[in-house]
C-alpha cells in the first residue's frame, strides 16, 4: 500500500515567487493534515481536512496561504507570493478516522521550501 | 505557547543501555499521546502512542509511561541500538471535538554509540 506522498520533494523559488505543493494521502483516509517545520523548530499543525472540508485552518500563517482539496483526494498548499520566512519543511499527513485506539496519523517525507 | 515541550535538545547513549526520552505538556485535554522518530531527510514515522487512559503501554523494546497527574510522558528504548539513532517527537492529540490534531514538541535527538 503507498504511503504519503508529496510533490516536489525539493523546491527553491525566489521571494515574491509562487510555489504549489501537492500531498497524495493514503487511499481511504479521509483525514488530511499540513504541517510545517521551520529551522530545526518544533512541527507544527497548519489546517486539517476532513474529506474535502477545512474542519481546522487555526494553524495557516496568513493569506498568502492556501490549501485546497477537491474532491477529497489529493491536497494543495500554494504559497504566493512567498516570503523568506516561509522556508521550511512542509509535512502532509492522513489518518483513517478520527476515534479508535491511537487513530495513527502517518506523514509523508516532506516538501523543502528554499525562499531566497 | 507551547503546549507540548522536550527540554532535552539532544540525548548520547551507549548502546545496550537504556535511553530515555522525557515530554511534558501543558493541557489536560489531550486524548492521546504519540512518539514519533524521524530521520533526516524523511518525514516522521509513528513509533508508539498511549491512550490518556492508560499509563503504560509496551512494544518490543520501546515503552511509552503516562504520568497523568504530572503531565509528564517518556519513553524507554531497551536496549538501545546504534539504528535508534535519530530525532524523537513527542505529540499530544487534541480531543476529536477540537479536530484530533497533533501537537509536537522540539524534538530530542538520540545518538546511540556503538
Known amino acids: 500500500e503507498a504511503g504519503v506522498t508529496q510533490f516536489p520533494s525539493h523546491s527553491v523559488i525566489e521571494k515574491g515567487q509562487t510555489v504549489t505543493l501537492r500531498c497524495d494521502p493514503i487511499?481511504?483516509?479521509?483525514?488530511l493534515y499540513w504541517y510545517r517545520r521551520v529551522m530545526g523548530k518544533e512541527i507544527k499543525f497548519l489546517l486539517h481536512?476532513?474529506?474535502?472540508?477545512?474542519?481546522?485552518e487555526s494553524g495557516m500563517p496568513n493569506n498568502r496561504f492556501l490549501a485546497e482539496r477537491t474532491g477529497g483526494t489529493y491536497s494543495t498548499l500554494k504559497v504566493q507570493p512567498a516570503e523568506l520566512e516561509d522556508s521550511g519543511v512542509y509535512f502532509c499527513?492522513?489518518?483513517?478516522?478520527?476515534?479508535?485506539?491511537?487513530?495513527?496519523?502517518?506523514f509523508g517525507e516532506g516538501s523543502w521550501l528554499t525562499v531566497v | 505557547d507551547q503546549q507540548v515541550k522536550q527540554n532535552s535538545p539532544s540525548l548520547s547513549v551507549q548502546e545496550g543501555r537504556i535511553s530515555i526520552l522525557n515530554c511534558d505538556y501543558t493541557?489536560?485535554?489531550?486524548?492521546?499521546f504519540l512518539w514519533y522518530k524521524k530521520y533526516p531527510a524523511e518525514g516522521p514515522t509513528f513509533l508508539i502512542s498511549?491512550?490518556?487512559?492508560?499509563d503504560k503501554n509496551e512494544d518490543g523494546r520501546f515503552t511509552v509511561f503516562l504520568n497523568k497527574s504530572a503531565k509528564h510522558l517518556s519513553l524507554h528504548i531497551v536496549p538501545s541500538q546504534p539504528g535508534d539513532s535519530a530525532v524523537y517527537f513527542c505529540?499530544?492529540?487534541?480531543?476529536?471535538?477540537?479536530?484530533?490534531?497533533?501537537?509536537f514538541g522540539q524534538g530530542t535527538e538520540l545518538s546511540v554509540k556503538p
Open positions: 499527513a492522513s489518518s483513517q478516522g478520527m476515534r479508535g485506539t491511537g487513530n495513527t496519523i502517518y
Open positions: 487511499s481511504g483516509h479521509d483525514n
Open positions: 481536512f476532513v474529506k474535502e472540508s477545512k474542519q481546522d
Open positions: 493541557n489536560s485535554m489531550f486524548d492521546y
Open positions: 498511549i491512550s490518556s487512559i492508560k
Open positions: 505529540a499530544a492529540r487534541t480531543p476529536y471535538n477540537q479536530g484530533g490534531k497533533l501537537i
